[in-house]
C-alpha cells in the first residue's frame, strides 16, 4: 500500500488541472474530499471571472463550499453531468477505491452519470493492485449480516466509528459504513460484482469502468487517459 497523504500542492495541481478542462456551460459533477476540494475552489475562482456552469455535488461538504465559492448548483433530476471531478483513496491503473469520507454512494452516482469522469489525486494514491480497505456503505439493521458475508468472502470487516462523536459514521444517507480489509485485490471487477450482490449493501467504494482521465499532481501533472 503506497504511503497516504500527499502534498497540499500535489493535490492542488491535480485539482486545477481538472478544472482547468470545464468549458462555458458545463454541467459538473462536484467530488468530495481534499483533493476535489482544490477542483471546486479553481471552478469558482473561474466563475467568479465569467465561467457559466452548474454544479452537482456529490456530499453536504460539496454542497457547502460549491456555495462558498460561488458556484451555481443544480440536481440528476434537472440536468445530466457533462463531466465529473472526484478524487480517490486510491489508484490502480483505471480502477478506483473510494469511500474515505463515507461519501462514495452518492459519488458513484454523480461520476456514472457523467459524460466524463476526472480523478484527482496525487502520487501516494497511486498503487498496484490496490490493496486498501474497501468502503462498503450498508443499511443500519443488515450489518451483522453483511459483516458475516463479508468474511466469507475473505474480507476482514470493521464498523468505522467516528473520529469526534461516541459511536459509527453515518453517512449522509442516514448508513453506517463498513471498512473491509481484502488485502491485494486481484479481480476488482469480480469483487465489486460480488459486494454489490450483498442484501443490505447499499454501495461500495470499488470504482470499475467508471473513470476517463487520471490526473496525477505531483511536482507536475501527469493526465493519464
Avoid at 467568479?48 to 460539496?62: F, Q, V
Avoid at 454542497?63 to 483513496?89: F, K, M, Q
Avoid at 459524460?115 to 490496490?130: G, H, I, S
Avoid at 449493501?201 to 501527469?222: K, N, S
Wanted: charged residues 25%; hydrophobic residues 45%.
Amino acid at each position: 500500500m503506497k504511503q497516504q497523504g500527499g502534498t497540499d500542492d500535489a493535490k492542488r495541481r491535480a485539482g486545477e488541472s481538472a478544472a482547468d478542462t470545464v468549458s462555458d456551460g458545463a454541467v459538473v459533477g462536484l467530488g468530495t474530499g481534499s483533493t476535489a476540494a482544490y477542483a471546486i475552489r479553481e471552478l469558482g475562482r473561474r466563475v467568479d471571472s465569467g465561467l457559466d456552469i452548474r454544479g452537482i455535488p456529490t456530499s453536504h461538504g460539496a454542497r457547502r463550499l460549491a456555495r462558498e465559492v460561488g458556484i451555481p448548483l443544480t440536481t440528476l433530476a434537472e440536468a445530466t453531468p457533462d463531466v465529473a471531478i472526484d478524487g480517490a483513496d486510491q489508484v490502480a491503473g483505471f480502477e478506483l477505491i473510494k469511500g474515505g469520507g463515507a461519501a462514495h454512494a452518492r459519488e458513484k452516482l454523480v461520476d456514472s452519470a457523467a459524460e466524463r469522469f476526472l480523478v484527482v489525486v496525487d502520487e501516494t494514491k497511486l498503487a498496484e493492485p490496490l490493496d486498501a480497505a474497501v468502503p462498503v456503505e450498508v443499511l443500519p439493521d443488515a450489518v451483522p449480516v453483511v459483516e458475516r458475508e463479508l468474511a466469507a468472502l475473505g474480507g476482514t470487516p470493521e464498523l468505522r466509528a467516528a473520529e469526534r462523536k461516541d459511536g459509527p459514521v453515518v453517512t449522509d444517507n442516514g448508513n453506517l459504513v463498513v471498512d473491509c480489509a481484502f488485502g491485494a485485490i486481484a479481480d476488482a471487477e469480480a469483487l465489486a460484482a460480488d459486494l454489490s450482490a450483498l442484501p443490505g449493501v447499499v454501495e461500495h467504494g470499488l470504482f470499475v469502468g467508471l473513470a476517463d482521465e487520471i490526473h496525477v499532481g505531483g511536482d507536475a501533472v501527469d493526465v493519464r487517459r
